[in-house]
């Protein structure tokens, strides 16, 4: 009792009946760790890979945010694809064959302080070199509002990475804090303890430079983002803290993991 289960168990199973795999095994993960794809000449029109990405798209911005990585980075190649993507886009659907009851769960007893996770993948893109930044926050126990995407530009070192996806992560946040303040006006219950608003990274460069305002030629290039997160910093009650890569739940939205690794963060996130 006083838990709220959203989910899309019924719609999940349509989609794996509609590419004929109902009745397939399921597998842990929604990607193999390490996975490189390349985009192809020529498309395999035969293939229904497009129609495959846009329905888990669907699933994922829905109730699904273990998801996110899997098809952020399988809908990059939904004009160049061939059959090692649609075996790719199988594993998924073998992924989603075995986690058919997972949704998100709230429930009244946890926390409702938003709780940020901002994490990169540096120069994860092996032909472009493009780091994959992303970021999860949490409310009421489970995620509102998650993240992965891959930078249009190349960040040149680790913690330029981790800046992005920070930058990112601010932004959702002055909005999501907006928003929460605004159920609060109107009476509702919330749990705003007038604290600052946590954002957890794991890399301490990123973590300090971010508190620090001293410059120097090293960093110069990466002044504006930081800037805004700075000001987010002073203006809008918000405190960065380092957080152990194994803790971050924003991990599994910028890499492939194994398993253990991912039902951890996923099962963190607030899926039953």
């Given at each position: ?23 397939c095994n399921p597998i ?22 497009r129609e495959a990405v ?194 971050l739940l924003a991990d ?21």
């Open positions: 009792m006083g838990a709220l289960k959203l989910s899309h168990g019924k719609y999940a199973g349509q989609v794996l009946q509609k590419f004929g795999i109902a009745e842990g993960t929604p990607l193999e760790v390490g996975l490189q794809l390349v985009k192809v000449d020529k498309s395999d029109d035969a293939l229904p890979y846009g329905r888990l798209l669907y699933l994922m911005v829905e109730t699904r945010p273990g998801l996110g990585f899997a098809i952020g980075k399988l809908s990059r190649f939904v004009s160049c694809y061939g059959k090692e993507h649609w075996a790719a886009i199988k594993r998924v659907l073998r992924y989603v064959k075995g986690s058919m009851d997972k949704g998100l769960v709230f429930d009244k007893n946890s926390s409702c302080v938003l709780q940020g996770f901002s994490d990169a993948d540096w120069a994860g893109g092996h032909k472009t070199r493009r780091s994959t930044t992303g970021f999860t926050f949490i409310f009421g126990g489970a995620d509102v509002s998650w993240d992965s995407k891959l930078n249009k530009s190349v960040a040149l070192s680790t913690m330029e990475a981790e800046c992005m996806a920070l930058c990112g992560a601010s932004k959702e946040d002055v909005w999501l804090n907006k928003r929460v303040r605004s159920l609060a006006s109107q009476g509702l219950r919330t749990a705003i303890s007038g604290g600052p608003i946590n954002i957890k990274v794991d890399n301490s460069g990123c973590n300090n430079f971010s508190k620090n305002a001293v410059q120097h030629k090293r960093t110069k290039h990466i002044d504006i983002r930081n800037h805004f997160v700075r000001e987010a910093i002073t203006t809008d009650n918000k405190k960065l803290e380092h957080c152990a890569t194994d803790d599994p939205m910028t890499k492939e993991l194994g398993k253990t690794k991912h039902d951890r963060h996923v099962e963190a996130m607030g899926p039953c």
